[in-house]
């Protein structure tokens, strides 16, 4: 009978490998539930003990009860070998549970066999520790892997803050790696042609609203996991122009717009430029407000966007470099942010007013910025000199004197 | 508060097997936030001074210390600053408290060359009959002296004192007060039992291993494994276990590698890389079944200083992959079901404990709750970081339970304040020691201890 075999397999353990079984191996063992196994110790027990009052078997259980202690009522839970089980069970003033803990042949001096069986068992089991447990929570679910519902997700996210007609350029921005590689220059030269296809709109507010989406939807993608970035890496700069270079033959002409800011400012290639280069530096722009906000950021912690935007850069950069321009995209360095909005507008001339006007509010954020932090600085000097012109007549203060403060 | 519902099935599994035993679901989690957005530093600089902090500190405190004289010593009191005092004259300043100790440890004098000073050791108290207490404000200083216990109050709380200038340039106080207990929230705990299991001091990693069953006791017993059916439903109540500090063992802070050649420790690991693989296994175990915040302490791999960054999950591998692990700050503020939780590992009690009279931990617990400051000795005696905007430890806003781990034994209080608050003070203790922890309910604010044996080759039963 399946009944019975437990009984046999629990003599084996006993006997035959004299084992220490408790009600967690035998559980795990025999794959029952915890309550099951304690049952089935205290079964074996009896019924051993029945056929053979002499049979070489030590128990141990588990009480747990309400006892006073110190003053208060203090839950205990003890095991307790057999002989001790009858004085524990009087000590405590209600008995919560009591339950077979661990069978064996031997008698145990001390607890640590029955903590190692314990460990040992759980060490094999560690994936599915609380499989045959008596409590379930529906809470405790593994963290989703990041890679595969990550297309989906960040398809689905960007495509809600994003207007519907550049839905489909967004989802090349979502990075899955196992995406191929066809989906990202879709996406780079859908960012363009999105782009493009604004220009017949070419209304400051849309290009303004693509550029607060665009941080939007970087941060939406700068969620991505190491692995994509990795991959991404892999694919490098000089595959990445490979791609961009060889799928889109529009798209190198709208590089070199973008990437003649300043310059190809003033001429009348106009509309189609102006605003091509608009988005491009919108991208810039928002790319330095996102650097700004983003400290330290390592090179595995960047978005794909990023990866994008840095190849454009350092497009723009060489050019940059000629026109005494330094393009900040790959420093860290807090100052130089700040000047370069102010160079990009000085040399670009009146004819791109829009250009101008958007991009002063982000350079003045940014310059703000830069300041702000160098007032911090000149700040911390001016506030040592109040405290000490303060300070006269009684002797200095050790606490909000910042000379004599010592530093712990 | 477990055994009177879990009596009656108490000897239930004393049986043969029987039909399909039942699984209760766990509780699930209502209505959690994380508050304690104040303790976690996002770029650190240690740039600046710690002049700051009290200046900060005094600044935030003032206009609630202000109000409270009012109330307590009168509307028309003269409220003065230091720079302002005049000779006999009865006035109310709010100040900073500095504390004169002769033995306290002093890095100038252990490095100074002509004193030829051994430094001293470390010892469990540090004050004297002959300390003196002073009062600072932003610009000056003041001895006091009168009716002011000098030796229960600690450097660092702001107080206001109330009494006058005498002619020798001392302050006689004749009353004094604190910023009393901050404004209390509303409460929204649960309708039903619902538990919070509070443990601190696993000390994982230590050589000795009779904690070790009882801490797997505790595990088994949390998760469901343990126990009679009752007990287990019982358990099931349990929302949520907070881990409040050194979970690894002092043990595992021994800096071999700082004393001995690097021939001899080259190839040894150190002893928290073992601790903390123990961590994850345990905390595995837990995540799978409960929601589980963890709190560093003293003793864990994260920074010195107060407030402590939460762990980071690299070190934890196979419990961060559970959402029901959060590795949080400390201090830890959070909203649990409704009932706002404040607590710290213990670090800033402990500190008052070496530099003030006061002998047990809850009264000390009390009393920062009183001061308005989760820990007035920081940065004087205990590490903290440069704060110049804000002070964090401040309380604004009066907590439902207030507690603070590795504490040397159980204890536990339920404070009523005059504006209707009411707070559950907790001293959770050293498991490693004490092998008991703490289960809070938070239907009816009460707590309970739970202790843990097994039997040793000597039990004394």
């Known amino acids: 009978m399946a009944d019975e075999l437990y009984l046999e397999n629990i003599d084996e353990f006993v006997t035959d490998q004299n084992r220490v079984v408790t009600y967690k191996w035998l559980s795990y063992t025999l794959g029952v539930h915890v309550n099951q196994a304690k049952q089935m110790l205290y079964d074996y027990v009896e019924r051993k003990r029945k056929e053979n009052s002499g049979a070489q078997l030590h128990v141990t259980y588990l009480v747990a009860g309400n006892l006073l202690q110190n003053g208060h009522v203090c839950h205990k839970v003890a095991v307790v070998r057999e002989d001790k089980l009858g004085a524990m069970k009087s000590k405590l003033s209600t008995i919560a549970s009591v339950h077979v803990y661990s069978i064996q042949k031997a008698l145990l001096k001390d607890s640590s066999p029955l903590y190692n069986t314990d460990y040992d068992i759980v060490k094999t089991n560690l994936q599915h520790c609380s499989k045959f447990s008596a409590i379930r929570c529906a809470a405790a679910v593994p963290r989703t892997p990041p890679d595969p519902p990550r297309a989906p997700a960040s398809a689905q996210s960007p495509q809600r803050q994003r207007d519907p007609d550049a839905a489909g350029a967004v989802n090349g921005h979502g990075p899955p790696a196992a995406k191929p590689p066809p989906q990202q220059p879709r996406g780079i030269m859908g960012m363009f042609a999105a782009k493009a296809a604004a220009k017949p709109q070419d209304t400051h507010k849309e290009a303004k609203a693509e550029a607060k989406e665009a941080p939007g939807v970087s941060a939406a993608s700068s969620k991505p996991p190491t692995k994509n970035n990795i991959m991404n890496n892999f694919f490098g700069k000089a595959a990445m122009n490979k791609l961009k270079v060889s799928s889109v033959p529009e798209q190198p002409k709208e590089e070199k717009e973008v990437v003649k800011p300043s310059v190809a400012v003033a001429e009348p290639e106009s509309s189609p430029n102006a605003v091509a280069e608009k988005p491009g530096k919108k991208t810039e722009s928002a790319r330095n407000q996102q650097k700004d906000k983003k400290s330290k950021t390592k090179r595995a912690d960047r978005s794909d966007d990023e990866e994008e935007r840095d190849l454009e850069n350092v497009k723009k950069k060489r050019k940059r470099i000629k026109q005494l321009q330094s393009d900040s995209s790959d420093e860290e360095a807090d100052v130089p942010p700040s000047p370069t909005p102010e160079e990009e507008t000085a040399p670009s001339p009146p004819p791109v007013p829009a250009l101008k006007t958007e991009l002063e509010p982000t350079s003045t954020e940014g310059s703000a910025g830069g300041r702000k932090r160098k007032r911090k600085r000149v700040l911390k000097s001016k506030m040592f000199i109040d405290e000490e012109e303060g300070c006269m007549g009684k002797t200095g203060c050790a606490l909000h004197s910042p000379e004599l403060t010592l530093l712990t | ?461």
């Open chain 2, 1 to 461: 508060m477990f055994s009177e519902q879990a009596a009656p099935t108490a000897q239930g599994l004393l049986s043969p097997p029987s039909a399909k035993p039942p699984t209760f679901p766990r509780v699930p989690v209502s209505g959690y936030s994380d508050c304690s957005q104040p303790f976690q530093l996002g770029e650190r600089s240690f740039s600046r001074q710690y002049a700051h902090i009290y200046a900060v500190r005094l600044a935030g405190m003032r206009p609630g210390l202000e109000q409270r004289a009012r109330s307590r010593w009168g509307n028309d009191i003269a409220l003065r600053k230091l720079s302002e005092l005049q000779a006999g004259e009865k006035c109310c300043v709010v100040g900073t408290l500095f504390k004169d100790m002769q033995l306290q440890p002093s890095i100038l004098q252990e490095i100074s060359e002509e004193h030829n000073l051994v430094p001293q050791p470390p010892l469990p108290k540090y004050i004297q009959p002959s300390d003196e207490l002073i009062l600072e404000d932003e610009l000056q200083r003041i001895k006091l002296e009168g009716a002011i216990d000098v030796q229960k109050l600690v450097t660092g709380t702001i107080l206001a004192v109330y009494g006058s200038e005498q002619d020798d340039g001392k302050f006689l106080v004749e009353d004094h007060c604190f910023a009393g207990l901050p404004p209390p929230l509303p409460w929204t705990g649960p309708s039903s039992d619902r538990f919070v299991l509070l443990a601190s001091g696993l000390g994982l990693g230590s050589v000795s291993g009779e904690a070790l069953l009882s801490t797997q006791l505790l595990v088994d017993m949390v998760t469901g494994q343990l126990g009679a059916e009752g007990e287990q439903s019982c358990a099931a109540h349990i929302t949520r276990v907070i881990l409040a500090g050194n979970l690894l063992s002092q043990n595992t802070q021994s800096r071999d590698t700082l004393n001995k050649a690097k021939y001899l420790t080259k190839k040894t690991q150190a002893a928290s890389v073992e601790a903390v693989k123990m961590l994850d296994e345990i905390l595995l175990q837990l995540c799978t079944s409960v929601p589980v915040d963890v709190m560093p302490g003293e003793f864990d791999p994260t920074n010195y200083t107060l407030p402590q960054q939460p762990l980071h999950r690299c070190m934890l591998p196979l419990a961060s992959a559970y959402a029901t692990l959060r590795l949080v700050t400390n201090p830890y503020q959070a909203n649990l079901d409704g009932v706002r939780f404040l607590g710290t590992s213990g670090q800033n009690i402990s500190d008052i404990f070496k530099y003030s009279s006061m002998d047990d931990y809850l009264e000390i617990l009390e009393w920062t709750l009183l001061a308005g400051h989760i820990s007035p000795t920081a940065p004087d005696t205990l590490g903290c970081y440069p704060f110049y905007k804000s002070d964090p430890f401040i309380l604004t806003e009066c907590p439902h339970v207030y507690f603070c781990g590795n504490a040397p034994h159980f204890q536990s209080k339920l404070l009523q304040g005059k504006e209707g608050q009411q707070v559950l003070l907790v001293t959770v203790p050293d498991f490693s020691a004490t092998q008991t922890a703490c289960l809070v309910n938070l239907h009816d604010l009460t707590c309970q201890p739970i202790t843990f044996s097994s039997f040793g080759a000597d039990s004394e039963d």
